[in-house]
C-alpha cells in the first residue's frame, strides 16, 4: 500500500510538469470582413455592409487527449459595419462606419492531428468579449459608441448604443507548418442580442449582433 501511495504522488508531482512540456504558446493576428446585424425597433431588417476590421492575441494549447487541445486565449477584436446613407436627394451617397473595440477570450477546443509535413487545425468553441470603445464616422463628424446595459432616451436618440457584454461561436479551419507558423480561415457568429434596455425596457422587436469572417497568421512556440 505505502508502494502505491508513493507511485501515486510521484504521478501526480510529475503530471503537471508533463503537461507543461507538451503545452504550446503562440500569437496570432488578422484581419477580418464584419457586419452588424439584427433589425431595427420597427422591425425591419438592419441593411449594414462589411467593413473591414483586425484582431491581435495570444493563446496556449493545452493538450486534453491525442491530438485534441483546449485552446483558450486574449485578443484585442475590432468589429462593426458600415452602411450607405443620403441625407437629402441633393447629396450624393456617402458610408457610415461603425466600428467597435473589445477584448476578447476565446475557448476553443482543437482537433489538430499531422497532415504531411504539418498539421491540420480545426477548432471550435465559444468566445467571451467586453466593449471597451468604438467610434461611429459619417462625413466630418466622428462620435463614440456608448457601451451601456441601460440607456436615457436621449443616450438612444443621440448615440451608437450597445451593451458592453458579447459573447458567440467561433469556428476555423486552418494549416500549421513544422516550424510553428499557421494560416487559418475563421468565422465567428454572435449569439447575444446586444440591443440596450432603455430606461429600463427593452426594445421590442430590435436586435444587433455582431458576425464576421476572416484570416489569421500566427506562430506556435
Known amino acids: 500500500m505505502k508502494k502505491r501511495l508513493l507511485s501515486l504522488a510521484a504521478v501526480l508531482l510529475l503530471l503537471p510538469l508533463a503537461l507543461q512540456a507538451q503545452m504550446e504558446f503562440g500569437v496570432q493576428g488578422g ?45 484585442y477584436a475590432m468589429k462593426g459595419a458600415q452602411q450607405e446613407m443620403t441625407l437629402t436627394k441633393a447629396t450624393s451617397d456617402d458610408n457610415m462606419v461603425m466600428h ?41 463628424e466622428e462620435t463614440d459608441v456608448l457601451f451601456k446595459g441601460d440607456v436615457s432616451i436621449t443616450e438612444y436618440d443621440e448615440q451608437f448604443c450597445v451593451k458592453p457584454f458579447d459573447a458567440g461561436a467561433n469556428i476555423f479551419v ?12 475563421n468565422t465567428q457568429l454572435g449569439l447575444l442580442n446586444m440591443m440596450p434596455k432603455v430606461e429600463g425596457e427593452e426594445i421590442k422587436d430590435a436586435s444587433v449582433k455582431n458576425t464576421g469572417f476572416g484570416l489569421t497568421v500566427g506562430f506556435c512556440f
Open 31 to 75: 484581419v477580418n470582413l464584419q457586419n452588424l446585424t439584427g433589425k431595427y425597433e420597427d422591425g425591419d431588417k438592419m441593411e449594414n455592409d462589411l467593413t473591414l476590421c483586425f484582431n491581435l492575441g495570444a493563446f496556449v494549447r493545452i493538450p486534453i487527449a491525442p491530438d485534441f487541445y483546449f485552446q483558450p486565449g486574449l485578443q
Open 174 to 185: 486552418g494549416y500549421e507548418l513544422s516550424m510553428g507558423l499557421f494560416f487559418q480561415f
Open 100 to 140: 467597435l473595440s473589445y477584448i476578447e477570450v476565446p475557448l476553443n477546443i482543437l482537433y489538430k492531428p499531422q497532415l504531411g509535413n504539418g498539421n491540420l487545425l480545426l477548432g471550435f468553441g465559444p468566445y467571451l468579449a467586453y466593449g471597451i470603445g468604438g467610434k461611429v464616422k459619417f462625413q466630418d
